[in-house]
């Protein structure tokens, strides 16, 4: 889809650019997507947009029944307009899901501190027999097998990671470089991306940050962060 097709089937009327529209957000590994109210409701308050929390079950369903039920989900929002958001996992997700069902309304994709190349404290876990098993199999592959990713889909892709070690994957693993306490910044990276920006977050508490909603909605609305 062209730049000037995105803008068109985002357009609401009213509206002089793109900021309308809805929003759907992919939670990560073990969490419900409970956990981003706050940034829920600072998309919806500060720009409007309706934001929608796609549940599903991380070690019970395979990445193609995923896929499969998040592709149900957006079309039953029957929006010219539809943005996602993916925290974590929910990042491989989206990825996933686009790669899957590429012929979807216009919008564009942020990514929350997504381990867009193998995770370190994934690899970790997996010399536990308890954690290799709350991972499960198919989340397991995405986490933690090399695999060539490259932003290829016709939407513009934003990626924000965090820059502040407060996490349980520091139990895991020693980063020597700038991570958010599970994530590392160079995992977050995926060629073909538009921007991506490092805030001093923690894997979980980029989710109750002002500045990362700000990013966001910025990033959703004019393809780009501040």
Do not use: N
């Amino acid at each position: 889809m062209s730049a000037l097709r995105l803008r068109e089937t985002c357009r609401y009327p009213g509206l002089g650019r793109a900021s309308a529209g809805h929003v759907v957000f992919v939670h990560g590994l073990w969490l419900s997507g409970r956990e981003s109210l706050v940034l829920r409701r600072r998309l919806a308050r500060q720009f409007g947009f309706r934001v929608h929390r796609f549940p599903y079950r991380t070690l019970a369903c395979s990445m193609a029944e995923i896929t499969g039920r998040l592709h149900s989900f957006v079309r039953a929002l029957g929006s010219p307009c539809v943005h996602l958001v993916g925290h974590s996992l929910g990042g491989l997700v989206i990825y996933r899901f686009l790669e899957r069902y590429p012929e979807q309304p216009g919008g564009r994709v942020v990514f929350l501190g997504t381990p867009c190349r193998p995770s370190r404290v994934a690899r970790e876990a997996t010399h536990y027999r308890l954690l290799a098993s709350l991972m499960g199999h198919s989340v397991a592959a995405e986490l933690v097998r090399s695999r060539e990713r490259h932003w290829t889909m016709t939407r513009d892709l934003g990626i924000i990671a965090g820059t502040q070690p407060v996490g349980v994957g520091r139990l895991l693993t020693h980063f020597e470089e700038e991570c958010d306490g599970t994530v590392a910044v160079s995992e977050t990276r995926l060629p073909g991306a538009k921007d991506h920006i490092a805030l001093h977050v923690s894997h979980l508490g980029m989710l109750m940050s002002a500045r990362v909603a700000r990013e966001t909605g910025l990033f959703l609305r004019d393809g780009r962060f501040s």
